[in-house]
């Protein structure tokens, strides 16, 4: 039995991987497959996408459009192996039917998550941003409009309590503020207090973070009736996924003072049109980059090459999120002449 050399081809996206790393894209090398470096550095459209896979029968990617055309359209394709636990840049039901494995880098990345999400309150209640601005400018602001404001004290609401949650949980423990979540799949995140609505949850908090999946029931899960629900002094912290919160709701309720604040790691659309974000006062922004640290981009490859490599063999990666899929269909058959 010969493999053809025009399909074992594995396409990656993920900026900054290396064939030459022993740890990821030589192992690839290694095991005879040519490598595809398509870096996503921006919005990439499904066409654009589907000429750059060529005939792949593995994918290692970032948040390129994975759409039921895209994956149609390659069924040498065997196996999607996402950089990050979502899937939402992924078409999971086009994938089962077309026997694609699709795989996560699941709890790798929880860790820098948290930093970022206490990093992103801290900026914002202690004006980081802004202060670091003024003093370039020349100015020395340590009164007035620049007055930062103390986590101490607050009341912390979060949106969500998986693993993240519960990593943003244990960070908050040592400011001595008040934690509340609401989350109807989880019943105990102590030393977090279980909120049974989200209004609830809304009213009662100075600073509400968000860490839910995106899903069909969870898109604009705060819009325009749950600004109106928060303290005019609060402010929003999103590092989960964009489409969670009603953005444009979110840009009016910071123009109108609705709510005293927002930091936003994910948009709508990635990267968002800089005259969108021109106007809106009270806004930190970050580029998608809660789930990276160095540390973080190493274990997150590193497990998505061994899931490709295994798939590859006809074996079942720990990671895969689709399992139907792989029953239907060895993924080693397609490189196989």
Same mark, same amino acid.
Not at 41 to 66: C, H, K, N, Q, W
Not at 139 to 153: A, H, I, K, M, Q
Not at 273 to 302: Q, Y
């Given at each position: 039995?010969?493999?053809?050399?025009?399909?074992?081809?594995?396409?990656?996206?993920?900026?900054?991987?290396?064939?030459?790393?022993?740890?990821? %894209?030589?192992?690839?090398?290694?095991? %005879?497959?040519?490598?595809?470096?398509?870096?996503?550095?921006?919005?990439?459209?499904?066409?654009?996408?589907?000429?750059?896979?060529?005939?792949?029968?593995?994918?290692?990617?970032?948040?390129?459009?994975?759409?039921?055309?895209?994956? *149609?359209?390659?069924?040498?394709? %065997?196996?999607?192996?996402?950089?990050?636990?979502?899937?939402?840049?992924?078409?999971?039901?086009?994938?089962?039917?077309?026997?694609?494995?699709?795989?996560?880098?699941?709890?790798?990345?929880?860790?820098?998550?948290?930093?970022?999400?206490?990093?992103?309150?801290?900026?914002?209640?202690?004006?980081?941003?802004?202060?670091?601005? #003024?003093?370039?400018? @020349?100015?020395?602001?340590?009164?007035?409009?620049?007055?930062?404001?103390?986590? &101490?004290?607050?009341?912390?609401?979060?949106?969500?309590? %998986?693993?993240?949650?519960?990593?943003?949980?244990?960070?908050?423990?040592?400011?001595?503020?008040?934690?509340?979540? &609401?989350?109807? =799949?989880?019943?105990?995140?102590?030393?977090?207090?279980?909120?049974?609505?989200?209004?609830?949850?809304?009213?009662?908090?100075?600073?509400?973070?968000? $860490?839910?999946? &995106?899903?069909?029931?969870?898109?604009?899960?705060?819009?325009?009736?749950?600004?109106?629900?928060?303290? #005019?002094?609060?402010?929003?912290?999103?590092? =989960?996924?964009?489409?969670?919160?009603? *953005?444009?709701?979110?840009?009016?309720?910071?123009? =109108?003072?609705?709510?005293?604040?927002?930091?936003?790691?994910?948009?709508?659309?990635?990267?968002?049109?800089? !005259?969108?974000?021109?106007?809106?006062?009270?806004?930190?922004?970050?580029? $998608?980059?809660?789930?990276?640290?160095? !540390?973080?981009?190493?274990?997150?490859?590193?497990?998505?090459?061994?899931?490709?490599?295994?798939?590859?063999? @006809?074996?079942?990666?720990?990671?895969?999120?689709?399992?139907?899929?792989?029953?239907?269909?060895?993924?080693?058959?397609?490189?196989?002449?």
């Amino acid at each position: 039995m010969t493999l053809e050399t025009t399909n074992r081809k594995i396409f990656v996206s993920w900026p900054g991987y290396s064939i030459a790393d022993p740890h990821t %894209g030589k192992r690839l090398i290694d095991a %005879g497959y040519e490598v595809l470096l398509r870096p996503k550095l921006g919005a990439r459209s499904p066409l654009e996408l589907s000429e750059m896979l060529e005939d792949a029968v593995g994918a290692i990617v970032s948040t390129d459009p994975f759409t039921r055309d895209v994956i *149609q359209a390659h069924p040498s394709l %065997g196996v999607i192996a996402r950089i990050g636990v979502g899937t939402d840049s992924v078409d999971v039901a086009a994938s089962n039917e077309c026997g694609v494995i699709v795989t996560i880098t699941p709890g790798l990345n929880a860790e820098t998550v948290a930093d970022h999400t206490m990093a992103l309150i801290l900026a914002q209640l202690r004006k980081v941003v802004d202060q670091d601005s #003024s003093v370039k400018r @020349g100015g020395w602001e340590r009164v007035g409009r620049l007055t930062p404001t103390e986590l &101490f004290g607050k009341t912390v609401g979060l949106l969500g309590a %998986g693993s993240i949650g519960r990593k943003v949980i244990q960070r908050l423990v040592g400011f001595d503020v008040r934690i509340l979540f &609401f989350d109807p =799949a989880v019943q105990d995140a102590r030393p977090a207090t279980k909120v049974e609505s989200l209004k609830g949850l809304l009213n009662a908090s100075d600073i509400v973070s968000l $860490h839910l999946p &995106f899903t069909a029931e969870t898109r604009a899960i705060v819009g325009e009736r749950e600004f109106q629900q928060m303290k #005019s002094t609060a402010i929003l912290v999103n590092t =989960a996924r964009g489409p969670l919160v009603d *953005q444009a709701a979110l840009f009016s309720a910071l123009k =109108a003072g609705t709510i005293g604040g927002a930091a936003l790691d994910v948009f709508d659309e990635e990267p968002p049109a800089a !005259e969108l974000l021109k106007d809106v006062p009270n806004l930190i922004c970050s580029p $998608h980059l809660a789930g990276l640290s160095k !540390e973080s981009i190493r274990r997150m490859t590193v497990s998505a090459t061994d899931s490709v490599l295994s798939a590859l063999v @006809g074996e079942i990666p720990v990671t895969a999120i689709n399992l139907p899929a792989t029953r239907r269909s060895s993924v080693s058959d397609r490189i196989e002449s």
